[in-house]
C-alpha cells in the first residue's frame, strides 16, 4: 500500500480536526466526572463503518500501536507521581498488582465459564483482560477527588504496575503456552519478567537522571525529549531480553519524575501533552476496531454479567485479600474497591488475542468494550459522591506546582496553592501563626479575586487561596504544618501538631 501527498493531506486534515474536538471534549467529560475515554471511544465509532465509513479491521495494527500508547501513558503517570505520597501505600499497590489480579482473574474467569457458559480459554482471558485497573483513567479521575494519599497513592501504584503481570498473562494464554507450561511455569515466568523490568526500570531511571544532571544541553526543550526518550528506552530494554517492559518503563518514570533534574516543569508539561495525544490516539483506534453491527443483546448481556461479577464479586475480594498485607479501614477498603476504574488497557488486551486470531476473539473484544463502557459510566462520576458518603474525602490540602530547576542554578522549590475551605480552623489564624518551617513563607494571598502581599498580621480567612513558596526539602514538612493548622487552629502548637523542629 502506497501512501502519497494526497492521502498525507486527507490524513491531517481529518487528524487535527478530530484532535482539537477531543481536546475540547475534555472540559466537558471533566464538568461530568467522566473519564474523556468515553467521548473518544464515541468518536472512533462515529467515524468507523457504522458512521463515516472508515474502514479499520488490522487487529496486529491495533495491538502495536495500542502498546506504544501505554507506554507513553505509564511514562506520564511516573512522571507526574510524587513518591512521597504513594510511598506509604506502595505495598498494597503491589499487592492489588499481583495478588489482587491473580484473585480477580480467577473469580471473573469461573463466574464466566460456570454462569456464562464461556469455555475456559475465552473465560481466563476475559478474567485477565478486565483485571487491569486503566492508568489513564485513575490519574485523570481520582486526581480531581479529594481524597488523602493512602488511598490516591495505592490506586495510582496499582494501575501503573498491575499491567505488567496482566500483558504476560494475556500473552501466554492467547499462544497457548500457559497450557502447554503449566500454572507453575506461567507464574515463575510472570515474576521473572516483573522482577527484571523493576530491576531495568531502577537502573534506567538513576542512570539517566546522574547522566541529565550532568548534560547541559544547548536549549530547555531538549530536556523533556530526553527524559521521554529515557523511559521509552526502558520499555524497548525490558522487551529485548523478554522482561517486562510495562514495568520498566513505569518505574523509570517514577524514578525519574522524583529525581532533582533541570526543567522539571517543562518536563511534566512535555508529557501531559503527549500522554494526551497517545490517549486520543488510542481510544478512537479503538473505537474504529469496534463494528457495532456485532454488538447485539447477547453481547450486552455477557458484558453487563461479567461487570457485575468483577464490580461486586471479584474487585470486593481482591481487595479484602490485599487487606492483609496492609491494614486499611473498611471504608478505605470499601472506596479502593469501587474505585478500580477500567479504560483503554482491557480493550487494548483484548487486541492481543484478536491478532492470535482464537476463537471467539471477537466477542471477547465486543464483551469488554460494553464493559468498559458501562461500568465506566457508573463508577466514575459517582466517585465523588462515594468519596463522600464513605467519609473518605478530605479537605482542601496544599496542591503542588512545581517551579522550573535551572540547569545551572537548580532553584529546588516548590510552589503550594493552598485553599481555605469552609470547614477549616485556619481561618482567623494570622499569616505569622502558622509557624511554618525556617525558610517557608507564605507569598501571596488571594481574597475574592484581589491579590494581597501578607503581613505576619494579616489575618486568614474561609475562601482565601494561599501561594507557599518551600524548599523542595521541607516541603513535607511544610504541608504537614499546614495540616495541622487547618484541623487544629493556632492551638495546632500545643495539640501535638507542631512543625519539624519548632
Known sequence: MTFDAHQLDVFLLVGSAVTFLAV???????RAGLPSLLIYLLMGVLLGEAGLGIDFEDAELAHALGFGALVVILAEGGLTTNWHEIRPAMRLGVALSTLGVAISVGVVACGAHYLLGMDWQLAVLLGACTSATDAAAVFSVLRAVPLPRRLTGALEAESGLNDAPVVVLVVLISSGAAAED?????????VFELVAGVAIGLAMGFGGAWVM???????????P?????????????????HASGFAAVYVAALVLGNAELPHRAATRSFSEGIAWIAQIGLFVMLGLLLSPGRIGWDVVGLAFASGLVLTFVARPLSVAACGLVQRLPVRDMAFISWAGLRGAVPIVFTTIPLAEGIDGA????????????????????????????????RRSEPRDLDLEAAPLERIAADLLQVTISPRSLMHGV?????RLPKGASVSMVIREGETIVPEPRTVLRRGDELLVVTPRKIREQTEQRLRAVSLGGRLAQW???????R
Do not use: K, N, W
Request: hydrophobic share 55%.
Open 24 to 30: 475540547l471534549a475534555v472540559r466537558a467529560s471533566s
Open 182 to 190: 503449566g500454572p507453575l511455569a506461567m507464574a515463575a515466568l510472570i
Open 213 to 223: 544532571r550532568r548534560a547541559a544541553l544547548p536549549s530547555s526543550g531538549l530536556y
Open 225 to 241: 525529549i530526553a527524559i521521554i526518550c529515557l523511559t521509552v528506552l526502558a520499555y524497548g530494554t525490558g522487551a529485548a531480553v
Open 362 to 393: 471477537e466477542q471477547l473484544f465486543d464483551i469488554v468494550f460494553v464493559l468498559v463502557v458501562i461500568y465506566t459510566l457508573l463508577t466514575g462520576p459517582t466517585l465523588p459522591l462515594v468519596a463522600r458518603l464513605l467519609r473518605v474525602a
Open 430 to 434: 494570622e499569616v505569622g501563626e502558622l
Open 495 to 501: 495539640l501535638d501538631h507542631r512543625a519539624p523542629g
